[in-house]
Structure formats: C-alpha cells, structure tokens
C-alpha cells in the first residue's frame, strides 16, 4: 500500500554535487520518519541520514557538513543533498519510510563517483 520512489542517482565527479529525491505515494498517510539509507558493492548497508515529520535530523559522522536531508511533509517527499562527493561513496542509495513501526523501502538509485 506504500511505494517510494527514488530518483536523482547518477555518475558525478570526485567532488561534485546530487540531489537524491524520493516521492512516497498510496497509502502515505502518517509516516513518520524518512530516511536514506546506502550499500556499496561487498559492504553492509548503511544509515546516511533521516528525518521525523517534526524536521529533527540524524546524520552519520562521515555525512555531516556535506549531506543535507530535508523533507516535505505535504508531499510526503525527501531529499538528500550531497555535496563533495568521494569516489568511495558510489552506492545504492534506498530511501525508506516508518510508519509506527513498519519499514518500507524503494527500489534504490545508483551513485557513481568517479575519481
């Protein structure tokens, strides 16, 4: 009843910038925090960064300064904007969703930095 959508991935240079985007439709109606989560090829995947519906944030350590998630409520939407990227950042990029205690997932969008 829940679908989120990524979009936004793609293939930048050491040091360029993406904005992931992730649109929830259906049954949308109360979630309560949003996230980004990524996997690189042979790792375990990881928490970027999430959002509740209040705006209060968390970020990983190696996120903060560079990456900004945000959110619009109304459009049950979020962001994640990623500037200076490192070429050890290419990823899945999955964006999910909770409601109470459900996780939902996208299907991912691939980040490829080239060094």
């Known amino acids: 009843q829940l679908q989120l959508v990524e979009s936004g991935g793609g293939l930048v240079q050491a040091g360029g910038s993406l904005r992931l985007s992730c649109a929830a439709s259906g049954n949308s109606f109360s979630i309560d925090v949003m996230g980004w989560y990524r996997q690189a090829p042979g790792k375990q995947s990881e928490l970027v960064a999430r959002?509740?519906?209040?705006?209060?944030?968390k970020y990983e350590d190696y996120a903060k300064g560079r990456f900004t998630i945000s959110r619009v409520n109304a459009k049950n939407t979020v962001y994640l904007q990623m500037n200076s990227l490192k070429p050890e950042e290419t990823a899945v990029y999955y964006c999910n969703a909770v409601i109470r205690i459900n996780y939902y997932w996208g299907q991912g969008t691939q980040v490829t930095v080239s060094s």
């Open positions: 959002i509740n519906s209040g705006g209060n944030t």
